[in-house]
């Protein structure tokens, strides 16, 4: 691997080339450079960065899409569709040059591929954050997307490569709780900008980080990549980029339409089914191939991605509508609904780093069923919000949410990672993102047209008094709805309370099929993930090598 020319700990190596075996009994050598190893914690500081930027970004517009659906100049005047596709436009970009992105890295470099993915982020945001137009921005968030698809799997593979695997579980651990704390950080620094300025804040509040965590990178972050990555396989890489694509833009369509018998969606999603499986029978035969599809039939490695899905769909959907249900239900400003969940991301901050501690008394399987179990009673719960729940029965189940997703995340990246040789880490972390991106792409887009179709069904009845020309776009959604009435003036009041009534009942309808979603995950942990190995036995005290003590 391309780390820089230093001496390895125990005489190990770092190149992927076979090394003396250790004696029986004695532990592992050491695989790391005695200067990496050294400042890992300060490289693993500069990893949660970079991916503090990409979730810390989508976490900061779902609160922010009510604002930008204003009128200029509070907003840009964004429809309902129009802010779908601000979020799905990066989704799109991102999902479909995950797995491409993680080949590059092994193949280039991680390093490279993180900053360049870093800098295409940074450049993203700032035209974002000038855009006039919805057409505008969601060009410039596919922009984003990009970047992101960069940069994501490549912070997991270079974790991989510069923790040893004793080291692994505890680092990845610290790693997801990032992922909490862009949670945190995301609504309530979006809703102080809101406050304060102009919408496009949010988007321009990434410069200052891309820019420290660009110099970060430079100065401390070594860089490492396959040394036997093989022939290239653009057929492969072609082959997913397509399937991917149309899948998932086949997915959002069909949730736009709220209708995925529409022939052009079925068209679209088939297409792309068909692509994928095109691309596994021709990398099973393939001799180069760009992954290697035995890796599926490791149950550690299929089950823990199947459960990330399972998760991400349930968990995506719900995320979607709760910020309608806190910001146009309950009445809370944008900085207010970010408060809101900060019990969700400290739960994940807590416990996640700790996971492994649990894993490691109960297994893998019992710690991650327990997790989904958790995540489906949160989401259940959702099932009994009403406009008058009090505010502590919100925030006790965002903490169960919070606390089921730390001990989901990662036990199964832990799982993934550690299925795969060191050398494919870009491979397997981008496998990992991509089943995490459709999963919750298809949960936002089939759970939102459950939630539309529900919410319209029973607020058409109410849409008498609604002059006839915008009667179709007032059933839409809450936020049609409430527009509309406000323009009515006094005679739209009467609109108000069934509209809440309308979303509150499709909120319950689409929550309770969220945790079914999530039950389902647990089912396939339960059975397929792998339990708590067998204790093996320490190595008795004269087999122990005397200088077996790490540094």
Known sequence: MLYETVSYRNGSRL??????????????????????????????????????????????????????????????????????????????????LLFTSGLLGDRLGRKKILLFGITVFGLGSVLAAFSNSPDQLIAFRALMGLGGAFVMPATLAVLMNVFERDEQPKAIGIWAGGVGLAIAIG??????????FWWGSVFLVNVPVVIIALIAMVLLVPDSRDPNPGRLDPVGVLLSVVGLVLLVYGIIHGGQLADFTDTTVLATILAGVAVLVGFVLYEKRVDHPAIDIGYFKKPAFSAAVVAIALTFFALMGVTFFSVFYMQSVRGYSALQSGLLILPLAAAQMIFAPRARLVVDRFGARAVCTAGLILVAIGLAAFGLFDVNTPIWVMEVVFFIQGAGMAHIMPPVTVSIMQSLPREKAGSGSAVNNTFRQVGGALGVAVLGSVLSTVYRGDIEGHLGAVPEGARKAAGESIEATLGI??????????????????FIHAMHITALASSGVALLGAVVVALFLPGKPPATPAPKAEDRPAEAARS
């Open 485 to 502: 009435a406000e323009k009515m003036g006094p005679a739209g009041k009467a609109l108000i309370a069934p509209a809440n009534d309308a």
């Open 15 to 96: 190149d992927g080339m076979p090394t003396t075996p250790a004696a029986s009994g004695a532990p592992a050598a050491p695989r790391i450079p005695e200067a990496v190893h050294r400042r890992r914690w300060a490289i693993l500081a500069v990893l949660m960065l970079s991916l503090l930027i990409v979730v810390l970004d989508n976490s900061i517009l779902n609160v922010a899409v009510k604002t930008i659906a204003s009128p200029a100049p509070a907003g840009l005047g964004a429809t309902q569709s129009e802010l779908e596709w601000a979020i799905n436009a990066y989704t799109l970009v991102f999902a479909g």
């Open 187 to 196: 609504p309530i620094t979006g809703g102080v900008l809101l406050q304060h």
